[in-house]
């Protein structure tokens, strides 16, 4: 924040992921106060960029993020690839994982965020998966279109905590998800949370490491013995 201050422009971080993110909302008041702001490319976005802005400019970020669409060559003989798959690649590559952001995979295609510095070579390089021979191109701005897969589920609670929620969410004991909270892997609207006792509210989303995450949607009524139904959103 300081250097963007003396050079008086904005200045970007690299994509952060949600436990980096938190140190920078926790550790830097500045960044709040002077209106720093954080986006991945698309709203729901999970690793961001964060952007220093000096306190007395009005402009709004004009992000250094590209989206690349990537798809199989041959739709009929194209593997379904994973997220892991497409990380890997890039890795195969040597691009630090600092330098891109989520990578969203949809049914036919997917879709990539990454610094527009590095688009170039990606979409030139990036030119196979596992066996699969895939297209990347970089979209045009406004053109990028997803709606992440998500299931419904619904059950009841004994209370809204969040180590009761995430046991419904995830199918395990609470017991079991007590120590994930506690050794600080669980993010709750992307800040870390480490008390079990934290109680959600509509619309908030819960990021597990090595899980996933969800969205809770809110109570639908009491049962009869006193517990709670719940709705959840589960990204898949």
């Known amino acids: 924040m300081s250097l963007a201050e003396r050079r008086n422009c904005i200045l970007y971080s690299d994509f952060l992921n949600l436990y980096e993110q938190n140190i920078l909302y926790e550790t830097s008041q500045k960044?709040?106060?002077?209106?720093?702001?954080?986006?991945?490319?698309?709203?729901?976005?999970?690793?961001?960029?964060?952007?220093?802005i000096p306190p007395d400019m009005a402009l709004e970020p004009d992000w250094p993020i590209a989206c690349i669409r990537i798809e199989p060559l041959n739709r009929k003989f194209a593997?379904?690839?994973s997220h892991r798959d497409i990380l890997g690649a890039l890795m195969n590559l040597g691009i630090d994982r600092a330098k891109t952001g989520d990578i969203a995979v949809g049914e036919q295609e997917a879709f990539l965020f990454c610094c527009d510095s590095l688009a170039r070579m990606i979409c030139g390089e990036l030119e196979r998966i596992r066996h699969t021979a895939v297209r990347c191109t970089v979209c045009e701005s406004g053109s990028f279109s997803y709606t992440p897969a998500t299931e419904r589920i619904r059950g009841s609670v004994a209370s809204i905590r969040l180590d009761a929620v995430m046991a419904l969410a995830f199918g395990a004991s609470r017991s079991s998800l007590i120590s994930l909270i506690e050794r600080g892997s669980v993010f709750v609207?992307?800040?870390?949370?480490?008390?079990?006792?934290?109680?959600?509210?509509?619309?908030?989303?819960?990021s597990v490491r090595g899980h996933g995450r969800f969205r809770?949607?809110?109570?639908?009524?009491?049962?009869?013995?006193?517990?709670?139904w719940i709705e959840l959103e589960k990204y898949i």
């Open 189 to 206: 609207n992307g800040r870390l949370t480490t008390s079990n006792a934290c109680v959600l509210r509509d619309g908030d989303i819960v």
């Open 79 to 81: 593997e379904k690839l």
């Open 216 to 228: 809770y949607c809110g109570a639908a009524g009491q049962s009869r013995k006193g517990r709670t």
């Open 31 to 52: 960044f709040s106060l002077f209106g720093g702001k954080t986006f991945g490319g698309y709203e729901e976005a999970e690793r961001k960029m964060a952007a220093f």
